[in-house]
Structures are given as C-alpha cells and as structure tokens.
C-alpha cells in the first residue's frame, strides 16, 4: 500500500478503499493497454508525479494556481427556487461552472501542465469532445508559455464551433480528426498517434479519468478538490450530505467530487447519457449497458458489437458522448459504492431549460443530465436532505445546439 | 520445433533474411485476402502476419486504419480470419502465419475459446498491440498450451532491463519498432535503429525482426545486416487500397514491390559466405 504518499493530494485517508493498486488496475479494471513505445514516457510520468505528489513546491504552485487563475474555491449555492418547485430535498449546486473557462476541466489541465514543465516538456497535445478540454488545455498552454495542439473530430468541431474559436484565440492549434466516427474516441487515438511520434517533447494532457496507468489516477487526484471542497463547505453550513449527483461521460467531474465521499455514507448517482433512449441502441451509456473490454489502454466498461469492435455512440451532448467510461467508475459499479444512472437528450434539454428560468444558470448539456437525475432524485427524497449536484460547466457552448433543436437560428 | 522456428533455422543455413509481409485480413475482402496471401509466398515472403482489424487501431498509421475501416464494413470477423486461414494452410503448410492485433476483438471471444481456434486453424503466433508483457501473464500461458507462440514489441526507447523481461514472455521472434511513431510513418533513423538492434541482440537469443517504416529494398536490406527478419506493412497495404477491384493488379503490384526487395535482401549472399 503507498496510501500515505496520498495524504497531500487526497486529504481523505482511504483506509477501506486504496485503488489503484502499484500496477494501475481498479480491481479488474484499469491497468496500461498500450504499445510498447509509450511504456517509457508513462513509466516516466507516474514516476515524475509520485514524486511530485506530496512535494511541497509543486502542490504551493498547484494551489496558487487553483485559486488565483481558476478561481477556487467555487461557491456551493443552494438552489432554493428550484428546491421549493420541486417539493423535495434542498438542492445544491458546486459551481464548477464558474471556474475560469467555464467548467471542471482547467483543475486537470492547470495540474498536468505543472507536471510537464517540470518534466522539461515544452509541447502539450490534447484530445477534446466537447471542446471544454480542448479549451482548458490551450488556456493553460498559454498560461505556461508551451505550444499546444488539440486534436477533435469532424463532428464535434462542426458541433462545437465556438470553443473551436476559443482554442484558436489562444494560440492552439486545432486539428479536425476525420478518422472512425469523427468523434471523441478518434480524437483521443489521434492524439496517441502524435504522442508515440513526438514523445521526446511532447506531453499528453488526458482530459478525463481514462486512458492507461497513471492517467486515471493523476486526473482524479487533481479533481478531487471539487470533493474536499464540498465536504468543507456543507460543514460550514452544518449540513449533511445525503446525496451526490454527477453527469459521467469519461467521468472526471464525478470523480472529482465522488472521491472524497467514497467512504462516507452518502448516497452518489452518476449519470449517463442515455441519447434516445437505453433500449434504442442510440446511447452512451457503457455502465448501464456495455461489456468489459480494452479501449484507449484500460479495461473497463465499453460499447461494443459481438465482435469486439467499439460502436458509434449518440449523445445531444459532446463531452459525453464516449464508448467508455474511467476504470475507477467500473469498480465503483461493481463494489456498489456508486449508482450509475441515465437521462436521455429529451430529459437533459428540458433540465437545461429548467435550471435557466428557475435559478438563472444556464448549465452545460452533459451536466443537465445530472440536474434531469436530481430532479427526479429530489422528489423522492425527505425535505430535509441533502443533495449536491457538481454543476460541472456553463451551457453557452450549446446554445448553438439548443436552438437548433428549437429551430431557432442564431 | 515450431514452423517459426523451423523457418528461421533454415533461412539462416542459407544464409538469408527472413522477409515478413503484412496485410490486414479482410481487406479488400476476406477471398482476396487468400490470393494475396499466396501471392506473397510466392513474391519471396517467409512470414505472412495478418492483421485482425480493429475499429480503434492507436498504435497503427492512416494507411492500415483505413484498411481496418475497409475489412470492417464487410464485418470481418475473428472467426472468418480463423476460416483464412484454414483454407490458405490447404495449400501451404510451410509458411508461418502470425496473428497481429488488438487485445479487445480477443476479449471479446474469450483467451482460450480464442486460442483453440487460432491453433486449430493453422495460427502460429499472436502479437498483441497493446498488450505490454505486464499484462500479459494469462494469455501467454494460454498460447503456450496451445502451442501458439508469443510475439513482443520493442520500442526504440525500450531500455535493456526491460528487453530481458519481455524475451521472457516471448517466443518465436522479436519484433523491434524502428521507429518512435505509427505504422507507416516516414522518420527512420538507421543508424540509431542499427545501434539499438546490436544492443537488443547481445542480450536476447530470439531472431529479432524490424518493422515500422521499411518502404524499399536498400533499406531493407542495410537493416538486414543487424537484424534477422524485415517486416513490411504499410507500402503493401497501399498497393491494395490503391487498386481494391482487381485481382490481377493487386497481385501484379505486390510482386513489384516484393521481389525486388527480396533481390536486394538476398544478393552478395554467396560472397558472405
């Protein structure tokens, strides 16, 4: 057990729970699926980032920047309107929306630029869905003076026209994957490909908690202070915390704030996209209905057909739309620790409409599948409760989407 | 002894380096596939390696995710490669065929419904893309009592330590990556990939192939001189992609490209020795 290298990073001792273990699997899942030529730059950066991790220059930089160019700690705001509409349990929301670039994401990114320019990395690559990564990861590029090229499918630019915009504003370069289904999963083996071919100076910032050994891990230690902020905050506010709701596409923003709880009781409900529905085929939703397999260098829960090949998946929202999910949420599943759920486009777009006339917060479309969940969740539970939902991002990157839907051209 | 090593033993009593052809099975269909097959046999080939296909291929470039892409949308299953295979080994029994792959296709079926029926079909080998040695511990011994062998990367920033673990798991060859990039890419550095086969061979006794980015005969053949077999992949998936309707011109154009490297990889043999 190497727990106690652990404390600085994840406050947290987890005395019943210490996944991953020395070789990266979470129980069955996890591990390093890759070829042999990226053994030596990620035996190199595990071993860069345990010796970091309890490093008190690099969690001083770590910190600094979480507070002065993130913004942390982000508000828990309590969602009275919505809370006195719904009749049930108190609803609150941690306000990852208003980190600077607008989501989650920059925790990771600011986390694991730190580690590459320690490393004497000067190039950071990125693959990016939704373009929030993408965006997170060419702010921190420029913040850090490196080069950045983030790597996106076809379809997810043309959905994703905006942050596309962004990226390019800070100096990245964005380059359009037309390979597979166009989409995150072709984005992610681009960046591979770049990365096995420009390892000497190249640092590949995973955006989520997947990919081989140590990607997962390292991602939800950074993100971990959505979590310990939380537990910090309802103490404040001498609440309990019945319940924790999260959207899981890769699952960093569930992680992040599952992680610190894992040995609470508190009750935590990840949310999939259920796209069209979980028995039309047309989801993302590998934890409600994929097999194990290996993908992108973990094994984990995957969307496959019969013959192992991985299937195009449909979501309304990008950054979930992704036929795999983290290691860690495999085993959270199997152990029963976290409940893994499902909204569809329809419930998530009328959450998102929700939560921008009740409460004035237009949320982002993956973190409106979490809300859809609550929603329901709340009405079930006792006046009384507790729910903290991780609103993960803002939505102004879909307004394109929505109104479209709505046919409605702005 | 293994039809592998049987073949390099009697490259080496003539003098000659093992020439490996890939192509991906199944593309541009799997009866073609068969053709091609023979038709690298008879261009000079002494190892076919198949690929499976796979839907993600991360370690492979453009050209062979397109030739995935193509096997696939015929839906090219495991067990139609498995069929390949048995009808080639119908009129070949000498030439060894290695299964090159992904881990997931496998999973899929399961390691040892997998390896049953790779070795029933006439199978000689499994190299597993991403499948590092660290993981590999359950399937090894499963190929093992199958009598299939295990097939290993090397990478050229593989350090030594780690080239002794790996030619423990491994049997039949190494296959030594001669570059840092995918399948098909064009950076090769020689002399770097000379020095770095001299260190693999003074510490494993395994033949030791090279592939990745070997396109023409010279430099096949300035290779061949600290290597025991070449791989060529890409420049033969290329010749197929290029022309997927015609039979004739698949094979003609493979005969182009192979003989003169097998010309190459076989000349000053006599003053050699």
Same mark, same amino acid.
């Given at each position: 057990?190497?727990?106690?290298?652990?404390?600085?990073?994840?406050? #947290?001792?987890?005395?019943?729970?210490?996944?991953?273990? /020395?070789?990266?699997?979470?129980?069955?899942?996890?591990?390093? #699926?890759?070829?042999?030529?990226?053994?030596?730059?990620?035996?190199?950066?595990?071993?860069?980032?345990?010796?970091?991790?309890?490093?008190?220059?690099?969690?001083?930089?770590?910190?600094?920047?979480?507070?002065?160019?993130?913004?942390?700690?982000? =508000?828990?705001?309590?969602?009275?309107?919505?809370?006195?509409?719904?009749?049930?349990?108190?609803? #609150?929301?941690?306000?990852?929306?208003?980190?600077?670039?607008?989501?989650?994401?920059?925790?990771?990114?600011?986390?694991?630029?730190?580690?590459?320019?320690?490393?004497?990395?000067?190039?950071?690559?990125?693959?990016?869905?939704?373009?929030?990564?993408?965006?997170?990861?060419?702010?921190?590029?420029?913040?850090?003076?490196?080069?950045?090229?983030?790597?996106?499918?076809?379809?997810?630019?043309?959905?994703?026209?905006?942050?596309?915009?962004?990226?390019?504003?800070?100096?990245?370069?964005?380059? =359009?994957?037309?390979?597979?289904?166009?989409?995150?999963?072709?984005?992610?083996?681009?960046?591979?490909?770049?990365?096995?071919?420009?390892?000497?100076?190249? #640092?590949?910032?995973?955006?989520?908690?997947?990919? !081989?050994? !140590?990607?997962? /891990?390292?991602?939800?230690?950074?993100?971990?202070?959505?979590?310990?902020?939380?537990?910090?905050?309802?103490?404040?506010?001498?609440?309990?915390?019945?319940?924790?709701?999260?959207?899981?596409?890769?699952?960093?923003?569930?992680?992040?704030?599952?992680?610190?709880?894992?040995?609470?009781?508190?009750?935590?409900?990840?949310? /999939?996209?259920?796209?069209?529905?979980?028995?039309?085929?047309?989801?993302?939703?590998?934890?409600?209905?994929?097999?194990?397999?290996?993908?992108?260098?973990?094994?984990?829960?995957?969307?496959?057909?019969?013959?192992?090949?991985?299937?195009?998946?449909?979501?309304?929202?990008?950054?979930?739309?992704? !036929?795999?999910?983290?290691?860690?949420?495999?085993?959270?599943?199997?152990?029963?620790?976290?409940?893994?759920?499902?909204?569809?486009?329809?419930?998530?777009?009328?959450?998102?409409?929700?939560?921008?006339?009740? /409460?004035?917060?237009?949320?982002?479309?993956?973190?409106?599948?979490?809300?859809?969940?609550?929603?329901?969740?709340?009405?079930?539970?006792?006046?009384?409760?507790?729910?903290?939902?991780?609103?993960?991002?803002?939505?102004?990157?879909?307004?394109?989407?929505?109104?479209?839907?709505?046919?409605?051209?702005? | 002894?293994?039809?592998?090593?049987?073949?390099?033993?009697?490259?080496?009593?003539?003098?000659?380096?093992?020439?490996?052809?890939?192509?991906?099975?199944?593309?541009?269909?799997?009866?073609?596939?068969?053709?091609?097959?023979?038709?690298?046999?008879?261009?000079?080939?002494?190892?076919?390696?198949?690929?499976?296909?796979?839907?993600?291929?991360?370690?492979?470039?453009?050209?062979?995710?397109?030739?995935?892409?193509?096997?696939?949308?015929?839906?090219?299953?495991?067990?139609?490669?498995?069929?390949?295979?048995?009808?080639?080994?119908?009129?070949?029994?000498?030439?060894?065929?290695?299964?090159?792959?992904?881990?997931?296709?496998?999973?899929?079926?399961?390691?040892?419904?997998?390896?049953?029926?790779?070795?029933?079909?006439?199978?000689? +080998?499994?190299?597993?893309?991403?499948?590092?040695?660290?993981? +590999?511990?359950?399937?090894?011994? %499963?190929?093992?009592?199958?009598?299939?062998?295990?097939?290993?990367?090397?990478?050229?920033?593989?350090?030594?330590?780690?080239?002794?673990? %790996?030619?423990?798991?491994?049997?039949?060859?190494?296959?030594?990556?001669?570059?840092?990039?995918?399948?098909?890419?064009?950076?090769?550095?020689?002399?770097?990939?000379?020095?770095?086969?001299?260190?693999?061979?003074?510490?494993?006794?395994?033949?030791?192939?090279?592939?990745?980015?070997?396109?023409?005969?010279?430099?096949?053949?300035?290779?061949?001189?600290?290597?025991?077999? %070449?791989?060529?992949?890409?420049?033969?998936?290329? %010749?197929?992609?290029?022309?997927?309707?015609?039979?004739? *011109?698949?094979?003609?154009?493979?005969?182009?490209?192979?003989?003169?490297?097998?010309?190459?990889?076989?000349? *000053?043999?006599?003053?050699?020795?």
């Amino acid at each position: 057990m190497k727990t106690t290298s652990k404390q600085n990073l994840n406050d #947290f001792n987890q005395l019943r729970y210490g996944y991953p273990d /020395e070789n990266g699997h979470y129980g069955v899942f996890g591990g390093t #699926f890759v070829a042999e030529t990226l053994i030596q730059p990620l035996t190199d950066l595990k071993n860069t980032y345990y010796n970091l991790k309890n490093d008190s220059d690099f969690l001083g930089e770590l910190y600094s920047e979480f507070e002065n160019y993130v913004g942390r700690p982000t =508000p828990l705001y309590f969602a009275k309107r919505l809370t006195d509409k719904l009749n049930g349990a108190n609803i #609150f929301l941690k306000r990852e929306d208003l980190c600077h670039t607008g989501a989650h994401k920059i925790n990771n990114t600011i986390g694991q630029a730190i580690l590459a320019k320690k490393m004497g990395k000067t190039r950071i690559i990125a693959e990016t869905g939704a373009g929030q990564h993408g965006v997170a990861s060419a702010t921190v590029a420029a913040r850090l003076g490196m080069q950045c090229v983030v790597y996106m499918g076809e379809q997810d630019i043309y959905r994703q026209s905006q942050n596309v915009y962004r990226m390019k504003l800070l100096g990245a370069e964005v380059v =359009p994957v037309t390979s597979g289904s166009r989409t995150l999963k072709d984005a992610l083996n681009e960046a591979l490909r770049d990365w096995v071919t420009n390892v000497d100076n190249t #640092f590949y910032i995973i955006g989520t908690v997947a990919g !081989p050994s !140590p990607y997962p /891990e390292l991602v939800r230690d950074f993100q971990a202070i959505i979590g310990r902020e939380v537990i910090a905050q309802m103490q404040d506010l001498d609440k309990k915390v019945d319940a924790l709701v999260a959207c899981v596409g890769g699952g960093s923003n569930a992680i992040g704030l599952f992680y610190p709880f894992i040995n609470s009781d508190s009750k935590m409900y990840g949310i /999939e996209a259920a796209g069209n529905g979980l028995e039309t085929g047309k989801h993302s939703a590998p934890l409600n209905k994929g097999k194990i397999g290996v993908l992108h260098g973990n094994r984990t829960y995957l969307l496959e057909d019969e013959n192992g090949q991985i299937i195009e998946t449909h979501s309304i929202s990008a950054g979930l739309d992704y !036929p795999g999910v983290g290691p860690e949420h495999a085993l959270l599943k199997d152990l029963g620790l976290v409940e893994y759920k499902s909204a569809t486009d329809k419930e998530a777009i009328d959450a998102f409409h929700e939560m921008s006339k009740v /409460e004035g917060i237009i949320p982002a479309l993956e973190t409106s599948h979490a809300i859809a969940y609550t929603m329901k969740l709340a009405k079930k539970m006792k006046k009384n409760q507790n729910i903290v939902i991780n609103l993960s991002g803002r939505g102004d990157k879909d307004l394109n989407t929505v109104a479209k839907l709505e046919g409605i051209k702005i | 002894m293994s039809r592998i090593s049987e073949k390099f033993l009697d490259l080496k009593q003539c003098n000659k380096t093992c020439l490996i052809s890939y192509v991906t099975a199944g593309d541009p269909s799997i009866s073609l596939s068969l053709d091609i097959m023979h038709a690298l046999v008879e261009s000079g080939t002494d190892i076919i390696e198949l690929g499976v296909p796979f839907s993600d291929p991360m370690a492979d470039g453009p050209t062979i995710q397109r030739a995935c892409e193509r096997a696939l949308k015929q839906k090219v299953s495991c067990f139609d490669i498995f069929e390949l295979v048995k009808t080639f080994r119908k009129k070949n029994k000498t030439t060894p065929v290695v299964l090159m792959g992904y881990l997931n296709p496998i999973e899929r079926i399961g390691y040892e419904k997998f390896s049953k029926l790779a070795s029933d079909s006439g199978v000689d +080998a499994v190299l597993v893309v991403d499948l590092p040695h660290e993981e +590999a511990e359950d399937i090894v011994n %499963i190929f093992k009592k199958d009598n299939l062998e295990s097939i290993f990367l090397i990478a050229p920033n593989t350090q030594v330590e780690r080239i002794n673990k %790996i030619s423990k798991f491994a049997s039949g060859f190494l296959y030594y990556i001669s570059l840092k990039g995918v399948t098909g890419a064009s950076t090769l550095n020689i002399q770097e990939t000379e020095a770095q086969l001299k260190k693999i061979k003074d510490n494993v006794n395994l033949p030791l192939a090279v592939g990745f980015g070997i396109k023409d005969a010279d430099t096949a053949k300035t290779l061949s001189k600290s290597a025991d077999a %070449i791989v060529i992949g890409s420049a033969i998936v290329k %010749i197929i992609e290029n022309d997927q309707e015609s039979k004739t *011109n698949i094979n003609n154009g493979i005969i182009d490209l192979m003989k003169p490297i097998r010309l190459k990889l076989d000349s *000053n043999i006599s003053t050699e020795t």
